[in-house]
């Protein structure tokens, strides 16, 4: 990436930053190639790689950034939260922009996406869930966070 960008400088070229957690190349295992002979790979290296192409985008004049997610999971591209890597890319992503949001506003879709799923069949709670749901949308979360709290002790 490095090389791309000293080229758009040096050619006064306008371009865009790409940033991305890593890349797994997997079209062998998905039935789109028939060996493995062309399978690259561009480790995550516990997040680091995210960190490295946003550090990228701070040394050269880009226009703006791009998050480069391809296939998402199946190629390892994915910034959502997972098991492996939790909300770390997602939290790096925050201080990058510099946005005041927290690791626990970030948690709050999470933690009604499990509660949804916990009280599927009581219709009234879904209601008040569907209305948590339009507080974080518009970024009410302290709102959302109080309310996702008392239906967790209450339920």
């Not at 062309?38 to 995550?44: G, Q, S």
């Not at 949804?116 to 219709?123: A, D, G, L, S």
């Amino acid at each position: 990436m490095s090389n791309y960008y000293d080229y758009t400088v040096q050619n006064n070229i306008a371009t865009i930053g790409g940033i991305y957690p890593g890349f797994n190349d997997y079209y062998y295992e998905g039935g789109w190639r028939t060996d493995t002979i062309l399978d690259w790979k561009i480790p995550h290296n516990n997040n680091q790689t995210l960190q490295e192409t946003l550090d990228l985008t701070d040394r050269y004049p880009v226009a703006f950034i791009q998050l480069i997610t391809w296939n998402d999971f199946g190629e390892g591209t994915m910034v959502e939260p997972t098991l492996e890597f939790g909300f770390t890319p997602l939290e790096k992503i925050q201080i990058y922009t510099g946005v005041s949001f927290t690791k626990e506003d970030l948690e709050l879709p999470y933690k009604l996406y499990n509660l949804r799923q916990k009280h599927k069949n009581n219709p009234r709670l879904q209601i008040i869930l569907k209305r948590v749901y339009q507080l974080i949308f518009t970024l009410k979360l302290e709102r959302a966070r109080i309310i996702l709290a008392i239906i967790e002790q209450v339920y």
